[in-house]
């Protein structure tokens, strides 16, 4: 199989993972339970549980426990959109070519959502105690998932990004991408590494090839928003301009943005390459990303 069947692949087996995990729609309060799928099935690219299972593939390993950190960490990224489309943050209608969350069920019940998301991840997450023998690790991931979605991860990310600037322009802006975009990619990668046993130094390069990734990822975002196809990333261009947002595109130029993307890739990859263990599937993987459409 080449690299783009096995992509596929592996993303059909995590659309059943995540889509397992999601709680019954009943009771008065059903209607959250609606949003949350509509949310979570919107046609996300499944990135972040993707990382998650093929480092811990990396290192060997496929135990139980990782299943409920792979819905965890995209319930949270996708609450992190939900609420980055309520009117009082982005204000967006569409996203991955669908009406957003807040449009299709109210403001109130987008907040709800957001919510919602990011506490049924921990109750998610939890599950991975009774699937493993290894409570120490578990208990190292859900420190993780924690710290890398909160304010000294992705919240700080998006709470900097909502401020007027202040300070070094390059420095802010990197980051802002640091933690908005990378965080979750790093929690990600370290958790399948944690789960898989890998020793301290290895979870800390892994730490590294995800900043470097996050970091490319985030500028490649900003292309997208000036260059790309706007049926194929499902939402309106030229947002950052809309919200007059300072981006690596709006501070160097596309040029220098499409080197930053290589440079940083390579980066990550080099730090992989630098792990003991079958990095085949995730070094292509990065790579791809760098013409991604979407
Ligand atoms: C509201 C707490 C809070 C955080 C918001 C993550 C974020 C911070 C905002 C979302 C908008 C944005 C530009 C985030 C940067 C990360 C990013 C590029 C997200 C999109 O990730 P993809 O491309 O999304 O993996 P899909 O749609 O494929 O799931």
Known sequence: MNFSEQFNEKVNEIEKTITGFLPGEEGFQSVIMEAMKYSLTAGGKRLRPLLLSETAAMFGYAGEDIAPFMAAIEMIHTYSLVHDDLPCMDNDLYRRGKKTTHAVYGEDMGVLTGDALLNYAFETA???????????????????????????????????????????????????????????????????????????????????????????????????????????????????????????????????????????????????????GDSRFLEQLFVSLIDRRK
Request: with cysteine; hydrophobic share 45%; glycine share 10%.
């Open 126 to 276: 939890l599950q991975a105690f009774h699937r493993t023998d290894h409570v120490s690790a578990v208990v190292k991931a859900m420190e993780i998932l924690a710290k890398k979605a909160g304010i000294f991860g992705m919240i700080g990310g998006q709470v900097i990004d909502m401020r007027p600037a202040e300070g070094a322009k390059e420095d802010r802006l990197m980051e802002i991408y640091r933690l908005k975009t990378g965080a979750l990619l790093e929690a990600s990668m370290m958790i399948g590494a944690v789960l898989a046993n890998a020793c301290d130094s290895d979870v800390e390069k892994v730490g590294m090839a995800a900043e470097s990734l996050g970091l490319a990822f985030q500028i490649k975002d900003d292309l997208l928003d000036v260059e790309g196809v706007e049926e194929e990333i499902g939402k309106p261009l030229h947002s950052d301009e809309k919200n007059e947002k300072l981006t690596y595109v709006s501070c160097f130029g596309a040029g220098a943005a499409r080197k930053k993307v290589e440079d940083l890739t390579q980066n990550a990859v080099g730090i992989l390459g630098q792990i003991e």
